[in-house]
């Protein structure tokens, strides 16, 4: 089995566990602050196990989770399948192709995925053409350390981590990424992944809005 498959398998069934300490400290507290305004027609891409799944209001009235590695998404299928009131739609799609017309969606999720798919800014271009006018992206995202030494760490590390970690990027500055993409950042909060190693705890979560 080639080593990507192999890593693929080991991280859809080791994920939901691994992140259990660091759900409980801060990210299920986070990820029901970012998601409380999802609305509409909703798209998450990288939905992995589907942990946001639970989180999404009632005022959403399609959900579409795109997940392009197969392994995850056996286990996002497993949870989706789980009786809910909600119509809930699962892709392969990748980030930076996504097989819908332009204004698909009102709110479009993005959490702790901007730093592993393979082009930010065309990831980035994609979401921005499927929302509708003044639509919400909604992030949390781990991303660049402020601290210099910290920051050279991650340089050093980013390939051997990457390969661990589903190519996991260390050092993206997804905020900067963000409003170059022509979104208006509507709210951003800071604060460290309590738990986390420091060459991934810098966090960002918010919403950005595409313009009127
Ligand atoms: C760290 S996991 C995050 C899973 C989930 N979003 C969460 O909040 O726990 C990163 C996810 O991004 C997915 N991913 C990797 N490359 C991607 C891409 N190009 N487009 C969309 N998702 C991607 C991975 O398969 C994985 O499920």
Not at 80 to 91: F, G, L, M, S
Not at 194 to 199: E, Y
């Amino acid at each position: 089995m080639p080593i990507k498959k192999i890593r693929s398998y080991l991280m859809a069934k080791s994920y939901d566990f691994a992140m259990q300490s660091t759900e409980q400290r801060c990210l299920t507290r986070w990820r029901k602050e970012i998601l409380a305004t999802a609305h509409g027609d909703l798209l998450e891409i990288g939905a992995g196990t589907g942990i946001n799944l639970r989180h999404y209001p009632v005022e959403t009235s399609h959900i579409t989770l795109s997940e392009p590695d197969a392994q995850m998404r056996k286990q996002l299928m497993r949870k989706v399948a789980k009786p809910n009131d909600k119509q809930i739609e699962v892709t392969a799609w990748g980030a930076e192709s996504i097989d819908m017309p332009d204004a698909s969606y009102d709110t479009i999720v993005s959490t702790l995925v901007l730093c592993s798919v393979s082009c930010q800014q065309t990831s980035l271009q994609e979401i921005y053409r499927l929302l509708r006018p003044s639509g919400s992206l909604l992030f949390m995202e781990h991303i660049i350390s402020d601290n210099p030494t910290i920051m050279a760490w991650q340089r050093r590390i980013e390939p051997l981590w990457s390969f661990c970690a589903g190519d996991c990027r260390l050092t993206r500055n997804t905020a900067a990424a963000v409003t170059a993409a022509g979104f208006n950042i509507e709210w951003l909060t800071e604060e460290p992944m309590l738990g986390a190693p420091a060459f991934v705890n810098r966090t960002i979560r918010g919403v950005a809005k595409k313009p009127d």
